[in-house]
Nanobody, 120 residues
Framework: QVQLVESGGGLVQAGGSLRLSCAASGSTFSINAMGWYRQAPGKQRELVAG???????NYVDSMKGRFTISRGNAKNIVYLQMNNLKPEDTAVYYC??????????????WGQGTQVTVSS
C-alpha cells in the first residue's frame, strides 16, 4: 500500500499563492505517477493535475497557467504551485498516486486531503 501525506494548505486572499506538498511512503515502487484532485463544497471531486515519473504532465484546462505540478528530487514527493488563486479554487485538495501508461493516468491511492480557502 501507498500512504500519502499532504501539507501546505491554508487561507489566502484572492490573487495570492500557495504551494502544496505531498510525500508518498510504503510501496512506492508500485507507482509511477502522482497528482492532485480537489473537491469543492457541494461538488464532485475533479482532477487538477498529474505528473509521471518521466515528467509527463496533464492539467485541467481551467487551471493551466495558474497551477504547476512538479516532482521533488526524491521520486516520492510531488508539489502543486498555485498562483493567482480565486475564491472558486476553495476546496479540499487531495494528493493521489498511481500509474501512467499509454498516455493515461490512473490513480488508486489517496491522501487525507488539505483544505485550501481563498477569500475574496
Amino acid at each position: 500500500q501507498v500512504q500519502l501525506v499532504e501539507s501546505g494548505g491554508g487561507l489566502v486572499q484572492a490573487g495570492g499563492s500557495l504551494r502544496l506538498s505531498c510525500a508518498a511512503s510504503g510501496s512506492t515502487f508500485s507507482i509511477n505517477a502522482m497528482g492532485w484532485y480537489r473537491q469543492a463544497p457541494g461538488k464532485q471531486r475533479e482532477l487538477v493535475a498529474g505528473i509521471s515519473d518521466g515528467g509527463i504532465t496533464n492539467y485541467v484546462d481551467s487551471m493551466k497557467g495558474r497551477f504547476t505540478i512538479s516532482r521533488g528530487n526524491a521520486k516520492n514527493i510531488v508539489y502543486l504551485q498555485m498562483n493567482n488563486l480565486k475564491p472558486e479554487d476553495t476546496a479540499v485538495y487531495y494528493c493521489v498516486a498511481g500509474a501512467h501508461a499509454r498516455g493515461i493516468f490512473t490513480f488508486n491511492s489517496w491522501g487525507q486531503g488539505t483544505q485550501v480557502t481563498v477569500s475574496s
